[in-house]
DNA sequence: TCTGGCACTCATGACGTGCGAGTGCCAGCA
DNA sequence: TGCTGGCACTCGCACGTCATGAGTGCCAGA
């Protein structure tokens, strides 16, 4: 086990070189931190961390770099979650109570957490799977057209054009579109399949084609709208690692082209807590240069998304996930309230 | 007047500079291309060049590259558009034929555009204004509450909530929905304002108020949204010109990052061709390396939104013109289909 | 177990130099 | 008049050399 300065000593290593981005030395230690112990010391020290494989040096004679073993000690033992100050607390609240609607909301979201740790943040929109339907609504285009539209209690809207295999009566559509409302309303989308099950069968022979035909494409919303939509923001923060080129800004910008990729990063995410995956503790290679911070978020006590942000695995850490929790919140109450 | 082979060793230049992104020199020039004179000629021509503010020299003893002057004639007299390839006007066709909705469309054109362009790709939401209303929904969340759900022709919704004055009936709600149904389905969104002036007269005096502020509430959601969404894709395709770094990389996901810059640079599009902003064309600084093609899309004959790519002034015209052109047309189909 | 001292390493940046692509100019030729 | 080959000149770039200094490991002594 590590002795108590040693710990220590790997904090200082860790927040100077997120500070100054460059490898810290033993003598430049002891100068900036309040040790109590010579450079020489130290340097004990930082051999000892080295052979545990807490830091490693880019090069002989040179300084020392935290590795991901050492961020993930430093996360774990070392750093707390850094609440926000109150006048940010303030700000985040009434940015994000003048949004309007739904996309407002993720937008001003992923503004937020952008600008608060001056990194990419990421934010999913709502699930449908997990949130309810507030109501289903059918309108007529045409004679054998249908338009499918569903609101769930998130705010979110859904709508799909429906083909029907025989002409379609207004009141057969005002039929419909009672009992569907009645069954469902109020209800998770994962219950809705055997809810609406035998519908077809209290319909006319003529209309149970359309009727069925309608719960497929319904079923089918609920289904293709699993796969998460995404909303990114903060991505001219890559500019701000210039010097590390190759190793961060490219794969990141790759990445977040990918939904797939970012949607598996995040969903890595638990449901309950914060999670932070360092470097290599990332699946997707490319992005072992990496962090993400993520963290669920919902109206309820439940979380229906998540939400995170993406920086190299120089960050702060602590002020990171403190501003990361804090917009989970905020957001979580925006969306119960509305 | 420049004589025609003085055109001609521009065209060169600015060919053999998008194709290798180094400054061109009168050797190079002539045994890559057959223009049948000696590189001293071609050195007389290319002096005559700079002397006219077409191309210039980055430094004392280095070949030419173009300034934005040279692309701008390069691009109004040298190069046509140069169309797709069959192979790929169908890929083109098949991928969007497969788009569910209009969020789908958005998404998969904005991903094709910047496949095929090898740049950032930018494409605007079709405008409310300036298509017409399909369909508006009113429902009962509660029973001083409704909700609007107002749906275009081009398959975008957009939905508010409304906090009735006073509680409104659902007979009430129904013959609402049906008188506003009547007047402005099939209407401009400009027009509606006028459409429903006189609406609230007809209605008991207890309703007045809620009527009033229902169509107060769709009103602003046709103002609203007139800030129009973006969709942007390919950032990753900034990471090609990693040499210079701050010149095209940094200003572009800065400006990415605001709508309202955006949206200038594609205002500019005029609705009937395609436009092209070269270098300091374009008004916004810090994209001055930059060149911006864009072009008016729509359902019908009419441009009901733009879209267009960012990439630096050192591009390919013609390639790029032909597919934005392409593109255009096709989601123009698409749109106009569903 | 900590400290000061000492020899060693090696990335970095400054400096000098040769190379070569590219230019401008000029005299000669069609 | 316009094109061509020749020639001297410019100057950025790549390369090798070298001094600097931050940083290290090790060791003897407190």
Redesign the pocket.
């Known amino acids: 086990m590590l002795?108590e300065?040693r710990l220590e000593v790997l904090r200082a290593i860790v927040q100077d070189y997120v500070g100054t981005e460059?490898?810290?030395?033993?003598?430049?230690l002891t100068e900036r931190h309040k040790l109590?112990?010579?450079?020489?010391?130290v340097?004990?020290d930082?051999?000892a961390l080295?052979d545990e494989g807490f830091i490693a040096?880019?090069?002989?004679?040179?300084?020392?770099i935290p590795t991901d073993k050492g961020y993930r000690l430093f996360v774990d033992k070392l750093a707390g979650v850094k609440p926000l100050s109150a006048p940010e607390r303030r700000a985040i609240q009434s940015f994000l109570d003048e949004a309007v609607d739904l996309d407002d909301v993720v937008g001003r979201t992923v503004r937020l957490l952008a600008q608060l740790t001056r990194q990419v943040a990421v934010v999913q929109y709502p699930s449908l799977t997990r949130s309810t339907v507030r109501h289903v609504e059918l309108l007529s285009l045409a004679p054998a057209r249908l338009m499918l539209v569903v609101i769930t209690d998130t705010g979110r809207v859904e709508q799909r054009h429906v083909d029907c295999p025989a002409p379609f009566g207004e009141s057969s559509l005002a039929d419909l579109r009672a009992r569907l409302n009645s069954r469902v309303a109020g209800r998770r989308f994962s219950d809705v399949p055997q809810l609406v099950q035998d519908l077809p069968e209290s319909f006319d022979r003529d209309d149970q084609g359309t009727v069925a035909t309608v719960l497929a494409t319904l079923l089918e919303t609920l289904v293709e709208e699993t796969e998460e939509r995404l909303m990114i923001g903060g991505t001219a923060n890559l500019t701000r690692f210039g010097h590390d080129f190759p190793l961060v800004i490219r794969p990141v910008l790759e990445a977040l082209e990918e939904q797939v990729v970012l949607l598996k990063l995040l969903g890595e995410a638990t449901d309950s807590g914060m999670t932070v995956r360092i470097g290599h503790e990332n699946a997707h290679e490319g992005l072992n240069s990496t962090s993400v911070v993520s963290v669920g978020y919902g109206s309820g006590g439940e979380a229906v998304a998540k939400l995170g942000v993406v920086g190299p695995t120089r960050m702060d850490y602590p002020g990171t996930m403190g501003a990361v929790r804090a917009v989970a919140r905020y957001v979580g109450q925006i969306l119960a309230e509305s």
């Open positions: 002795s300065r460059e490898p810290v030395g033993s003598k430049a109590g112990v010579s450079p020489a010391t340097r004990n930082m051999a080295e040096q880019p090069h002989t004679s040179a300084g020392r």
